[in-house]
Each structure stands twice: as structure tokens, then as C-alpha cells.
């Protein structure tokens, strides 16, 4: 019975230690919860263009001759693609001039951090929205003033092109901090904590809208939109986006990035003081390096 003790003792010794590591990277995976909130409404922003927009493009003149007695009109919902359009020029132009410039004023080489690009996304966010409430009026007033003229569709594109915008910038940076930030063994889920953001961005927006509809008791948001006021609804959108871009703000300054291995320096030549040592010791060092380096290595 004593001597089974010991080897008790050592078999539950070994199995302790990886508890305690999982329970480290469950600890570094909450420390990233802060900023995977803030995150959350650029998507009930971005939600807004698949919606809201394109139920606006409806009610106005979607013809490629606006005010022409007739010709072509464009299909309500193919605005979209002026929002697509948006995110691959940007990306485009963030890997061939932004990210070379801003290395060249940061000195880093790969220019914008980042928290960085999820930053200028949640600006652009908030001004597609003002820019978009400011449409909606406009649209809304020519629509009940005298003669009821619908303006131009094409005057929904600005708001379009800066949600694209910062999405090429949020997209990629949400996606990128996730999954540097995360523990090693935890990458998989960091894509899906990432993936999550979008889900619950949508989610909000539903939640907002019955929300809204239920305090202004149906006077804001409603089927016939020249009687509701969707502008409001976009400044609210844009007032709490200035709330939420401050709250992501503290938390990005707080916010440590995890280290990064450094590679270590060459071997050191022969007859040096380090190869003293022996050849034993010399051949464990070089191991011991290789592994490190690897391990250093960003995919």
C-alpha cells in the first residue's frame, strides 16, 4: 500500500501541469474579450447596407439617367456591389500604398497595428453612418415635400463605399488580433471567437430595431418610410458608435501584444570563449536554438 503511494503521487504529478496551462490560455483568451466586444457594432453597422439601404434605394431613382422619362433602372438590391467594390479597392490599396506608407512613418514593417485597422474601421463606420442619416433626410424631405421627387439612388453610394472601406480595414485587423493574440493551441477558436463578432453584429441590429420600435412606439422605423424617420435611427447608430469607439480606445492602449520569439543568433565560431564549453554542451545549445527559432516563426 506505501509503495503504490509514490507512484501514485507521480502519475497525477505530470497530468497537473497541463490543467494549469490550459488554464493560463483560457486566462490569456478573456483578456481578449474587452476589445472582441467593441468589435461587435461595426457589423451592426455594416448589417445596415443589406437592409435599411436597400430599402431606401426603392424608394428613390434607381435609373442610370435620374429624372429621364425612362431607361434602365437599377435593381434595388445591386447597390450592394458598390459596397463590394468598396472593400477591394481597399485592399488593394492598403497592401500597395497605405501599408508602405504608414511603415515608412511608424518604422514598422508592417505598418499599422492591428488594433491600428480596427480602429480606422469603427471611424469609417461612424461616418457612413452620419453621411447616411444626412442622405435619408434629404431623401425623406424631397420625397414629402411639393411634387413628392425621388432623388437619385446614386446618392446612397458614399455611404457604401465607407462601410467597404472599413470593412477592409476592420476585417482584416479583427481577423489578424485574434489570432496572434491567442494561445498556440487555441488558434481555431480564435478564427471562430472572430467569426462570432459577425454574428452577433446582426443580432444587435434586430435587437436595435424592435428596441427602437418599441420606445418610439413605431414612429421611428416603419414600413412606409417617408413616414418614419430613419435618419434618427442612423444617428443613433453613429452617436453610439463615437460611445463605442472610446470604449475601444482604453482598452486598446491597456492592451499588451503578446511577445513575439525572437530568433536566436548564430553559433559561435570555433574557438570563441562559448565553444569552450565542449562539444556536448555545444550540440544540446544548437538544439535547443533550431527549436526556438521554429517556434518563433509566424505563419
Known amino acids: 500500500m506505501e509503495a503504490d503511494l509514490p507512484a501514485a503521487a507521480a502519475e497525477k504529478g505530470p497530468a497537473a501541469a497541463p490543467t494549469v496551462t490550459e488554464v493560463e490560455e483560457v486566462k490569456m483568451v478573456v483578456k481578449l474579450l474587452p476589445i472582441w466586444s467593441t468589435c461587435i457594432l461595426f457589423w451592426t453597422v455594416y448589417s445596415q447596407m443589406t437592409t435599411f439601404s436597400v430599402e431606401q434605394a426603392t424608394r428613390m431613382d434607381r435609373r442610370l439617367?435620374?429624372?429621364?422619362?425612362?431607361?434602365?433602372?437599377?435593381?434595388?438590391?445591386?447597390?450592394?456591389v458598390f459596397l463590394f467594390l468598396s472593400?477591394?479597392?481597399?485592399?488593394?490599396?492598403?497592401?500597395?500604398?497605405?501599408?508602405?506608407?504608414?511603415?515608412?512613418?511608424?518604422?514598422r514593417p508592417q505598418g499599422l497595428t492591428s488594433l491600428q485597422r480596427v480602429?480606422?474601421?469603427?471611424?469609417?463606420?461612424?461616418?457612413?453612418?452620419?453621411?447616411?442619416?444626412?442622405?435619408?433626410?434629404?431623401?425623406?424631405?424631397?420625397?414629402?415635400?411639393?411634387?413628392?421627387?425621388?432623388?437619385?439612388?446614386?446618392?446612397?453610394?458614399?455611404?457604401?463605399?465607407?462601410?467597404?472601406?472599413?470593412?477592409?480595414?476592420?476585417?482584416?485587423?479583427?481577423l489578424e488580433f485574434f489570432i496572434r493574440e491567442a494561445p498556440e493551441r487555441m488558434k481555431s477558436m480564435s478564427t471562430g471567437l472572430f467569426?462570432?463578432?459577425?454574428?452577433?453584429?446582426?443580432?444587435?441590429?434586430?435587437?436595435?430595431?424592435?428596441?427602437?420600435?418599441?420606445?418610439?412606439?413605431?414612429?421611428?422605423i416603419r414600413n412606409d418610410l417617408d413616414r418614419g424617420r430613419l435618419d434618427l435611427f442612423y444617428w443613433m447608430l453613429a452617436v453610439l458608435g463615437v460611445a463605442n469607439f472610446a470604449v475601444f480606445l482604453v482598452f486598446a492602449r491597456r492592451h499588451q501584444y503578446k511577445p513575439s520569439a525572437a530568433v536566436p543568433a548564430a553559433v559561435a565560431p570555433a574557438g570563441s570563449p562559448l565553444d569552450s564549453a565542449g562539444s556536448g554542451e555545444k550540440e544540446m545549445d544548437d538544439l535547443v536554438a533550431v527549436k526556438e527559432a521554429v517556434e518563433g516563426v509566424d505563419v
Open 65 to 80: 439617367r435620374p429624372g429621364a422619362a425612362s431607361g434602365f433602372a437599377v435593381p434595388a438590391g445591386s447597390f450592394s
Open 87 to 107: 472593400i477591394l479597392l481597399f485592399t488593394s490599396l492598403n497592401e500597395r500604398l497605405l501599408v508602405p506608407l504608414a511603415a515608412r512613418l511608424t518604422g
Open 119 to 174: 480602429g480606422a474601421g469603427l471611424v469609417l463606420s461612424i461616418a457612413a453612418m452620419a453621411v447616411a442619416a444626412l442622405v435619408e433626410r434629404r431623401r425623406r424631405d424631397a420625397s414629402a415635400g411639393e411634387g413628392h421627387v425621388a432623388i437619385s439612388a446614386f446618392w446612397l453610394v458614399p455611404q457604401f463605399f465607407l462601410v467597404g472601406a472599413g470593412e477592409a480595414f476592420a476585417y482584416v485587423g479583427q
Open 195 to 220: 467569426l462570432v463578432t459577425l454574428a452577433m453584429g446582426f443580432f444587435l441590429s434586430s435587437f436595435l430595431v424592435f428596441a427602437v420600435d418599441g420606445a418610439t412606439r413605431g414612429a421611428w
